[in-house]
């Protein structure tokens, strides 16, 4: 038998309790394990800026530009590499990081027609990642010269240490909102499942549509404490009897 909206609304107000019981335990476990067991991340980023190549035989702006463009990739490279990392880590040991776990740590991208070159970097301390950031940029630009025999790239915006943002990985009552909104889909999920599994008959109208015969009688659920009732009221109304001879 199809079920109306109505029968589900009746349905989810039967357990509301249960529902409600069920967010609730989801939301407070997920506010214990954030204060205590997620470590906040955050996150810097600084951009360079690479410039057009002047002063180049038998060129024009457009050439100029496109010139640029094709550079930022093997920038991009360049920065990553083990020198730029093996320098920054030499130069910086307060940031207690080897030329291996820096790497990782540096992202890079970069739009499409665009001359901006975008360094991020993510760390339990924003000021240490913004000192990365800075550090990297910094190195980069200076051992450009020689590595490229070029100097067409200039730090546009160095991440500010100074800055508190928020972490990355989001605060806790992000968390309890995410929480909230999952665990309230999956306990209505689970509800309608077993509602969907379960072939009890609970209405005459049911009965009718499974059987296909009319009900001309129905016994009402009787509970413990009726049944008691129903005890008492018998024991009360009885009467004294004798036998005629």
């Not at 989801?26 to 996150?43: D, E, G, M, R």
């Not at 030329?99 to 240490?128: C, F, H, M, R, W």
Request: net charge neutral.
């Amino acid at each position: 038998m199809e079920k109306t909206i109505l029968d589900y609304i009746n349905l989810i107000k039967k357990r509301l309790w249960l529902i409600t019981l069920f967010v609730l335990i989801s939301c407070a476990t997920t506010f214990y394990v954030s204060k205590n067991f997620v470590v906040p991340v955050y996150s810097a980023s600084g951009q360079l800026l690479v410039n057009n190549i002047a002063n180049v035989p038998a060129s024009n702006n457009l050439n100029d530009l496109n010139f640029s463009l094709n550079l930022i990739e093997s920038y991009k490279e360049i920065i990553k590499s083990p020198t730029i990392m093996k320098s920054v880590v030499d130069a910086h040991p307060e940031f207690n990081l080897t030329q291996e776990e820096l790497a990782p740590k540096v992202g890079i991208k970069s739009s499409e027609k665009s001359q901006v070159i975008n360094l991020t970097v993510q760390d339990e301390s924003y000021t240490k990642a913004a000192g990365i950031v800075n550090a990297v940029s910094q190195e980069f630009i200076r051992s450009l010269p020689s590595l490229m025999k070029l100097n067409n790239v200039t730090f546009l915006t160095p991440a500010d240490p100074s800055k508190q943002p928020p972490p990355v990985n989001s605060g806790f009552m992000m968390n309890i909102i995410i929480s909230f909104v999952v665990s309230l889909m999956a306990a209505l999920g689970i509800i309608l499942l077993m509602e969907t599994l379960n072939g009890t008959l609970r209405s005459e109208r049911e009965a009718e549509f499974d059987l296909g015969l009319p009900v001309i009688a129905s016994i009402p659920a009787i509970r413990k404490r009726d049944m008691g009732k129903a005890d008492a009221k018998a024991r009360v109304g009885e009467g004294a009897y004798v036998t005629a001879e």
